[in-house]
């Protein structure tokens, strides 16, 4: 495994000047001394991402410009802090208290941040749930995290199951009817009423701010909680990784859903006091372009599956825009093909930088660099301050081009500090003492690149979204035609991976189209549609092991035509 090519350094960055030795002498305080934790012991890290430019100098810059398909805005940093303060008093007036849990359910809307600031402002976690969740998607993360507080929008209340969530106390409407029933609030009404004053909640670094759900191979979706010091590495790699400079606009496509959207889309520009671009609504390659064009954006941090769609519609689309602006290309959340590196280079003229993280990081942890060469295919390297290995079962470093677990050198400080009321789970990812075991194989190369190989178990990577297949599997039975359900994914040239399903019919059931279409629709409606196996196979019978556990080992194996490998487990 010989890497030969390189793309050469073009961009001009210049907050990471040498790599080597910042990794050397860099150290995690002393990013630390730029915010009031420094001077007070305390801080919050929506205070420092907004208020902080009010008071330093910045009240007028635009802080966030917004547009979908029917608004257009723009909002100052002073503007913001405003609105924020406003629904920091609105949750403070219905008791809501430190600690509290504080979801918001609503497509992207400049109201959404104003609302996911807020919260933090008044020391709350802030849970920020995708839009295109369905009811039972919704049902798990408010009842596992007993949140007191729904901010959602009348079009989405329809999928939250009010009354079977007895912590559920206040639902704050956007755009609905006031005051329907004891309990429900109107956005714009309790708005008005606040005081643009807010006293802010000073917190210890320590404390929760964030809880971001995530699904794994097996069990419900985790709860992961991030606590207000994550800010450090948000602005560390904000610098480093997506060079940003003071007059730089900034655009993240992810939506808060994903941590990507907040991390990236909320704290690594804001910290920094850029100004933000957020496109609202589904996008197609003339919105992504379009959007470019129209800010003038010059740092654009999207997703593989958005470079692929926009490869597919060709090389004349781009040269409808005047994409100029552009001085920075990031990348994340799937594996970044070469080709598509070597697209972007051809017709935007750029470098697309990959870097590697997950939701468990809250942050990035390996990437590459607007100084250094990159190789295609490679994630790059770890960030200074952070130590990443390639280790096996026993703990044991690994050599260059061996693949094994790719693990971090634990703590860093946008770590995850728990996973909501599952101890146990959060003890698996640190079994290796010492190390934070990711579930994702990879091999670092001799200079130090680390190469991304796949997954561990069997999480399904669709478009940048993490599906469990324990999750559409429970779903798939609960159909009343599905007997048994087996669900992995499918390589795919777009969307990196589809999620294919394998099921077996009760008897009584015949597999019609349409009874086929019926029952994607029936997981479309419970979980999202990025859950809904876009192909669903019957089977007369699913491999299974003796003890009934469906095998999508051997469902894999069969979809790629691939041996099946040790069957010994399998029942008959
Ligand atoms: O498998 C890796 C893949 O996405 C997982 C994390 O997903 P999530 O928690 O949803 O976080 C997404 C936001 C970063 C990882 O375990 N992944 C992420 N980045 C890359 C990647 N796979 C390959 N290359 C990447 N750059």
Redesign the pocket.
Known sequence: MKHDELIAVQTTGNNLQNYDECCKNFRWEDVEKQFTWSKTGKLNAAYEAIDRHVDEGKKDKIALYYSDSTRDESYTFSEIKEKSNRFGNVLRKIGVHKGDRVFIFMPRSPELYFSFLGAIKIGAIVGPLFEAFMEDAVKDRLENSEAVVLVTTPALLGRVPVQKLPHLKHVILLGGDENVKEGFYSFEKEMAQASTELEIEWIDCEDPMLI?Y??GSTGKPKG?LHVHNAMIQHYQTGKWVLDLQENDVYWCT?DPG???GT?YGIFAPWLHGVTNVIRGGRFTPDDWYQTIEKYKVTVWYSA?TAFRMLMAAGEEKVEDYDLSSVRHIL??????NPEVIRWGLKVYKKRIH????????GA?L?SNYPQMEIKPGS?GKPIPGVQAAIIDDQGNELPPYQMGN?AIKAPWPSMMRKIWKNPEKYQEYFRIPGWYL???SAYRDEEGYFW?Q??LDD?I?TS???VGPFEVESKLVEHPAVAEAGVIGKPDPVRGQIIKAFISLRTGYEATEELIENIRQFVKKGLASHAAPREIEVKEKLPKTRSGKIMRRVLKAWELGLPTGDLSTMED
Do not use: Y
């Not at 990348?331 to 970044?336: A, I």
């Open positions: 971001h995530t699904s992961v992810a994903w941590i990507t991390s593989p990348s994340v959340g799937e594996p970044l990959d870097n590697w993280w997950m939701t468990e990081t990035i390996i994630m790719l990711s579930g994702d991304f796949g997954r999480v990577n940048g979204k993490l």
